[in-house]
């Protein structure tokens, strides 16, 4: 096995039921429990961690001469909910926060994956 195979727990055929009428199977002994640990294997995965403070439509040319310092209107207001993005999905929303002369983002709702 490589070191970068996923190892799985192993299975006890205990801890499963077997449905009669439509063949399927179900785990009916306990669910491991996770920790950090057990997603080890992913920690050096890079993704794009994204906070929307907000949007804004300007023309080209007004776009263009946005320089360092300049303030542009966004269309939240101070205290609004923030969009958490990871790859480009929302996963939560948040306040921005101010922690030692740094901005930051405290999440508030974390957002369920649609299955």
Same mark, same amino acid.
């Given at each position: 096995m @490589? %070191?970068? %195979?996923?190892?799985l727990p192993p299975l006890n &055929? @205990? %801890?499963l039921s077997f449905d009669q009428s439509d063949g399927s199977v179900a785990r009916s002994g306990p669910i491991p429990v996770k920790t950090a640990e057990d997603l080890e294997q992913v920690f050096d995965? &890079?993704?794009n961690v994204s906070a929307?403070?907000?949007?804004s439509k300007i023309a080209i040319g007004d776009l263009l001469q946005i320089v360092p310092g300049a303030v542009l209107e966004l269309d939240r207001r101070?205290?609004?909910a923030i969009d958490i993005f990871v790859n480009e999905r929302l996963v939560a929303r948040g306040e921005v926060v101010v922690v030692e002369d740094r901005l930051g983002v405290t999440m508030t709702e974390i957002i369920k994956a649609d299955r």
């Amino acid at each position: 096995m @490589a %070191d970068n %195979d996923l190892k799985l727990p192993p299975l006890n &055929p @205990a %801890d499963l039921s077997f449905d009669q009428s439509d063949g399927s199977v179900a785990r009916s002994g306990p669910i491991p429990v996770k920790t950090a640990e057990d997603l080890e294997q992913v920690f050096d995965v &890079p993704v794009n961690v994204s906070a929307v403070l907000g949007s804004s439509k300007i023309a080209i040319g007004d776009l263009l001469q946005i320089v360092p310092g300049a303030v542009l209107e966004l269309d939240r207001r101070v205290g609004e909910a923030i969009d958490i993005f990871v790859n480009e999905r929302l996963v939560a929303r948040g306040e921005v926060v101010v922690v030692e002369d740094r901005l930051g983002v405290t999440m508030t709702e974390i957002i369920k994956a649609d299955r």
